[in-house]
């Protein structure tokens, strides 16, 4: 059954709203529980999480405010991040107030406020990222509450207050990036899986996510018939993800190859017998007491680690890789950044299938690919080169002494926020085109530019153009073209230092 659009189905309310008569779906606004089951997948979540709860909150004026929040909070996202709010960021505040007499939030002052903050960080000894939930859910209830003339403080009680300086929310240094798998890493895994695993679950979602840089919620979506092929040729898959904003699941489609193609299919013979049973579309299928679409709940501990410890694939330290599944993801933007994939013809090959596809591909090119050219240059162990690449280098040594490879890390960061990482076919131009246009325009030439930066990991496709440069600087000699040879000596001899100086610093490493 199709779910309902819940946002559609909520009415218009105001200060004036007799809260008696407003219905959430079967529901009534004045019930202490809601029933979700209308807006909820039917598969994905379990019968007991398809309910709003409000029980638990003693005082009538508290838990009224708390339903007023969730019904603003469901026209905006999903139930299940609603009961997320009420169940879990605001839970620790109703306690607050029924330990210290508030009655009405109406009643609570900037000083309580403060020592709510201090209670979760001492008392109760809150994880920073749940602690900065929860308090962002009460300035919300308040600012929303002022706007909406429910009862809250008619006063700025929250001024002065910041999350980044009470729980030390700063987001450049408490996000940990999803870092790619190191390469030989990543050959253990694919191996393992295509030739030793035989769970086949686990198998076929290794494979399609590191083949297609799926997330695990988008390969675990996946249905009978998913493989298609364009008119001209090319295999594609279909994707089934819901929208984080109201409306249909949309429809993501990516290319796919061989192998993704032999695990989807041995997939569906391996759970041919469950669809028939049950009547679900859906590829990852087990039983469990019923029949149901595996969740990617615990998705790590419970399918990854196994796999690696089953194959003890282990890192440079000798010790099991701890894998998670969105590296896969990272893995997958590292290796089209290494194959010099251009945006422009990512955009003309997926508009084969739509473009929605171009879309989907070209999100994996925003943040994703700037944190990985932000690895590749800025890295303690990057070997760089160019004509700022030793001021670059000198800088960066001041920046990292002394300091852990978490700090590196937060460093490296902050950088990435400052600079600018336009990829080029064989490095980046760290140019900042918010400036306004590079001064030599098109006509530059990025081997002699001191914005150009290269990496050794580019060296194999400068050594092929320096080979190709090479032939053909040849073919115009003997062709008595001097004009264009020179041209094309212009371009040889800034590369070939560069080649020489990459070359070196590969067998330095050696050494």
């Known amino acids: 059954m199709r779910e309902n659009n819940l946002a559609a189905e909520l009415q218009v309310v105001d200060a004036s709203t007799n809260w ?48 007023q929040y969730a019904y603003y909070k469901l026209g905006r996202v999903k139930p299940k991040s609603v009961q997320l709010y009420i169940y879990g960021f605001l839970r620790p505040f109703f306690e607050f107030c029924e330990l210290n007499g508030i009655h009405r939030l109406s009643e609570m002052t900037r000083e309580q406020f403060f020592e709510y903050n201090r209670w979760l960080k001492e008392d109760k000894q809150i994880a920073i990222i749940s602690g900065s939930h929860s308090v962002h859910a009460v300035e919300e209830i308040i600012r929303i509450g002022q706007i909406k003339g429910w009862d809250v403080p008619n006063t700025n009680i929250l001024r002065g207050f910041s999350l980044t300086q009470l729980w030390d929310a700063n987001p450049s240094k408490n996000r ?20 030793s695993e035989t769970d086949i679950i686990t198998k076929a979602s290794i494979i399609i996510q590191s083949q297609t840089g799926l997330r695990i919620h988008e390969v675990l979506s996946i249905q009978q018939g998913c493989i298609k092929t364009t008119s001209d040729g090319y295999d594609y898959m279909e994707v089934h993800v819901g929208k984080m904003e109201k409306g249909e699941p949309i429809v993501h489609k990516v290319f796919v190859n061989e192998l993704v193609k032999s695990a989807v299919l041995e997939l569906s013979e391996f759970t041919a017998g469950l669809r028939r049973e049950s009547g679900l579309k859906e590829l990852f299928l087990i039983r469990r007491k019923k029949i149901h679409v595996t969740g990617m709940e615990r998705w790590n501990d419970s399918r990854l680690a196994p796999f690696i410890k089953r194959w003890n694939i282990c890192d440079s330290k000798g010790e099991l890789y701890h894998l998670t599944s969105h590296q896969f993801r990272a893995t997958y933007v590292r290796e089209l950044v290494k194959k010099k994939v251009p945006i422009a013809l990512i955009m003309k090959q997926y508009a084969h299938v739509s473009l929605e596809m171009t879309a989907h591909y070209l999100t994996l090119q925003e943040e994703e690919v700037k944190e990985i050219y932000s690895d590749i240059i800025l890295s303690p162990d990057s070997k760089i080169a160019g004509i700022r690449a030793k001021e670059i280098k000198d800088k960066l040594a001041n920046l990292f002494h002394g300091k852990t490879r978490e700090e590196i890390d937060d460093v490296i960061s902050d950088l990435t926020q400052t600079m600018s990482f336009n990829p080029l076919p064989t490095g980046v131009c760290l140019y900042d085109f918010r400036r306004g246009n590079c001064t ?21 496709i400068l050594k092929k153009e320096l080979d190709l440069l090479e032939t053909e600087m040849n073919r115009l000699k003997e062709l008595g073209h001097e004009r264009q040879w020179q041209v094309e000596y212009v371009k040889y001899k800034y590369l070939k230092p560069l080649v020489e100086e990459l070359g070196a610093q590969l067998e330095e490493e050696d050494d």
Request: aromatic fraction near 14%; charge should be negative.
């Open 440 to 460: 030599d325009g098109d006509g530059c030439f990025m081997y002699n530019c001191p914005n150009y930066i290269t990496e050794v990991q580019f060296l194999p």
């Open 176 to 195: 940990h990036k999803t870092k790619p798998i190191p390469p030989d890493v990543f050959d253990q895994i694919l191996y393992h899986a295509v030739h």
């Open 20 to 67: 008696e008569t407003v219905m959430i779906g079967p529901s009534h606004f004045t019930d202490d529980i809601w029933d979700m089951r209308p807006f909820m997948p039917a598969k994905t979540t379990s019968e007991c999480n398809k309910y709003l709860r409000f029980y638990y909150i003693k005082n009538p004026n508290m838990k009224h405010i708390a339903k």
